[in-house]
């Protein structure tokens, strides 16, 4: 198998080496589009180019993302039925399947490694991104193979050349749409019931989507200046939303349940209520590291035994459960203070404030922190969502499942980095696509006949 893969490996290489337009486009292509991107999108506010101040830089990292998936897509997507006629001849010499697809995947992936390594180069220099050269190949890498191995399973399914040019906008298509980039994913139409805690199905089953929040959460969380505040900010903002949209979404609910508590009309409206509040009272208790909430408190939540008392009581706990966030958030601001205080003394202030100016970007902060939603707590079957500040969020699921722009995901216990996560899960659809390939599955969809 291994010499019937070489030998396919080393027929595939010179017939490409031989045709120098292809050549030349395969690995002129990438830079010269980097090249081209990256120029239009460097965006100069005053009289030098910072990138803090380049709000094109989101759009050039998404379209990084689509850039990749599109030569790798193109790149596989005519590499078997070219070669349906040699295969038809050799068919008699009972030559390894698993060979041949094996070849064409190891040469897909070597020209990807290449055209997105010098895509990468050539963009990133441009733009002046620094520290993240490697990221950004991961992840771009890592998009084209799987493109790659979605043209070969198209390649190997169809017989026509032109069909499968006519199929590919079918599949570009749906990554814009479904990236979550071009449209915020709380705006697709997805019916009155939608429930908007996690990123939709069909965004979860786009490799833009896994790509591009991979790349946003690294470049905001993971630059070198950044990486100096994250921990810190990212508990800042949760116990902020504690304190703040949770416990007044809260003493609202308690608010409700007393006005409303003698009239008959609104008895499941107040019921729903109470229900939450004990709810989120153990919730809040476990993540403040509480005692569960007294059992008579509890108890006293029920449409029978509520009374101003039970209020009064309820209102308190919250009070001390807010109290509390509030401290956590004065600490780590303490903390993040502390660390300012430290990298001023070390570097000196001019250095910090270019470490700033060189590392971060304000676009891609106001885009992944949702500066500008009106939406910071929404309520949704029963339960309250948060929508303030996605990149800090932590993630309430612990099978994978997370809101856009996570900064890492659950399995479990455990705690797994965005950008290893949603790799993993790129290469774990590339090898479904390779199992595909092998058995010919999209092939006998399409022609079962065969």
């Known amino acids: 198998l291994m010499k019937q893969a070489a030998l396919f490996f080393r027929r595939d290489l010179l017939s490409k080496i031989a045709d120098r337009q292809y050549m030349l486009i ?11 991107l990256a120029f239009f999108t460097r965006n100069v506010s005053g009289q030098a180019y910072r990138l803090s101040d380049n709000e094109n830089l989101p759009a050039y990292m998404f379209m990084c993302v689509i850039t990749a998936f599109f030569m790798g897509l193109i790149l596989s ?6 070669d349906r006629k040699i295969l038809k001849r050799e068919s008699f010499l009972n030559l390894s399947w698993l060979s041949y697809i094996n070849s064409k995947i190891l040469m897909m992936l070597l020209f990807s490694a ?18 993240m050269t490697l990221t950004y190949w991961v992840i771009l890498f890592s998009t084209s ?38 449209i915020k994913f709380d705006s697709l139409h997805r019916g009155e019931e939608a429930y908007n ?36 900010d990212m508990e800042i ?45 153990y919730k809040l208790s476990e993540i403040a590291g509480f005692d569960p909430p007294p059992g008579e408190l509890i108890s006293s939540l029920s449409p029978e035994r509520f009374d101003p008392a039970t209020a009064k009581y ?22 993040k203070d502390s660390v300012t205080s430290a990298l001023v003394a070390s570097l000196g202030k001019p250095a ?6 060189r590392h971060t970007n304000n676009r891609l902060r106001e885009i992944v922190l949702d500066e500008f939603g009106t939406d910071k707590i929404v309520e949704g079957r029963g339960k309250y969502i948060q929508k303030y500040e996605p990149a800090y969020k932590k993630p309430v699921s612990v099978n994978g499942r997370a809101h856009f722009y996570a900064p890492y995901k659950k399995i479990g216990g455990a705690e797994i980095d965005t950008l290893w996560f949603n790799l993993i899960i790129l290469w774990l659809a590339s090898l479904l696509l390779y199992a595909a390939l092998y058995f010919k599955l999209l092939r006998k969809v399409v022609n079962p006949a065969d």
């Open 237 to 281: 903002s949760q116990n902020n939303w504690y304190a703040a949209f949770l416990a007044e979404a809260l003493w609202r609910d308690l608010w409700e349940c007393r006005t409303y508590i003698d009239s008959s009309h609104y008895s499941a409206f107040v019921a729903g209520n109470l229900d939450r509040l004990k709810r989120y009272f």
């Open 197 to 232: 805690e996690y990123v939709p199905l069909p965004g979860e089953l786009m490799p833009a989507r896994w790509a591009y929040e991979a790349l946003a959460v690294e470049q905001y969380g993971s630059n070198r200046y950044q990486e100096n505040f994250f921990e810190y």
């Open 352 to 357: 910090f404030i270019e470490l700033k100016e």
């Open 314 to 335: 309820s209102e308190n706990y919250l009070d001390t459960l807010a109290f509390h966030f509030k401290a956590v958030r004065r600490i780590n601001t303490m903390k």
């Open 145 to 182: 193979a799987l493109a790659s191995l979605t043209g070969l399973n198209i390649s190997s399914a169809f017989n026509s050349v032109v069909t499968i040019y006519i199929l590919i906008p079918f599949i570009i298509i749906p990554q814009l749409l479904f990236s979550g980039v071009l």
């Open 77 to 82: 997507a005519e590499e078997i039925v070219r």
């Open 26 to 36: 395969s690995l002129l292509g990438a830079p010269l589009l980097a090249v081209l």
């Open 114 to 131: 290449i055209q997105t390594g010098t895509f990468v180069l050539a963009g990133n220099l441009i733009l002046g991104i620094k520290g």
